[in-house]
T-cell receptor, first 116, second 112 residues
Framework: NAGVMQNPRHLVRRRGQEARLRCSPM?????VYWYRQLPEEGLKFMVY????????ESGMPKERFSAEFPKEGPSILRIQQVVRGDSAAYFC??????????????FGEGSRLTVL | EDQVTQSPEALRLQEGESSSLNCSYT??????LFWYRQDPGKGPEFLFT???AGEEKEKERLKATLTKKESFLHITAPKPEDSATYLC?????????????FGKGTLLTVNP
């Protein structure tokens, strides 16, 4: 019974390159959330997706960031033209139903992005 | 805007020394308050959800309580394996009620 799977666990990029982070939710979960954890900061909501739909991306920076959750395959968080300030841990979480009010969120182990 | 403040930032305890962690929150309407545990290099792991003032939840050495302005995580006779960062989060009852607003966490260290 695999949990939320994220890859890569660690990613190093130079400024201006692209970063792609992948998340496979728990089996049976169709709701995916991305959170970012900056050093010395709390987890910040970025985006909420269901299969083929972006429900809320209000926490995403307006430029360079995008997310998708296709019908087949993992959810992907894409960061174009990375800058040093993008260095953070990116966590994916999934839930079986609409929103964490139905119960707990199941988090992956995170993808740690370092921008040189 | 929802806000969550956790205190202390860090806490060192001796094994068996009970204590409490605090989570103060500001939210227009509370749908739920959540406690998570995060080990170094790992993702948060769900512990409790509290929905209304006066509610309490227990799990092993941990007990979470809720008032209208704050929540406490009481740790009774802690063991070294309880060492972790404990995160508090709130969920607003407004339109975007699936977002969790997290505090920065309390880093708990329990020495043997």
């Amino acid at each position: 019974n695999a949990g939320v799977m994220q890859n890569p666990r660690h990613l190093v990029r130079r400024r201006g390159q692209e970063a792609r982070l992948r998340c496979s939710p728990m089996k049976g979960h169709s709701h995916v959330y991305w959170y970012r954890q900056l050093p010395e900061e709390g987890l910040k909501f970025m985006v909420y997706l269901q299969k083929e739909n972006i429900i809320d991306e209000s926490g995403m920076p307006k430029e360079r960031f995008s997310a998708e959750f296709p019908k087949e395959g993992p959810s992907i968080l894409r960061i174009q033209q990375v800058v040093r300030g993008d260095s953070a841990a990116y966590f994916c979480a999934s839930s079986p139903g609409p929103g964490p009010n139905t119960g707990e969120l199941f988090f992956g182990e995170g993808s740690r992005l370092t921008v040189l | 805007e929802d806000q969550v403040t956790q205190s202390p930032e860090a806490l060192r305890l001796q094994e068996g020394e009970s204590s409490s962690l605090n989570c103060s929150y500001t939210v227009s309407g509370l749908r739920g308050l959540f406690w998570y545990r995060q080990d170094p290099g790992k993702g948060p792991e769900f512990l409790f959800t509290l929905y209304s003032a006066g509610e309490e939840k227990e799990k092993e050495r941990l007990k979470a309580t809720l008032t209208k302005k704050e929540s406490f995580l009481h740790i009774t006779a802690p063991k070294p394996e309880d060492s972790a960062t404990y995160l508090c989060a709130v969920q607003d009852s407004g339109g975007s009620n699936y977002k969790l607003t997290f505090g920065k966490g309390t880093l708990l260290t329990v020495n043997p």
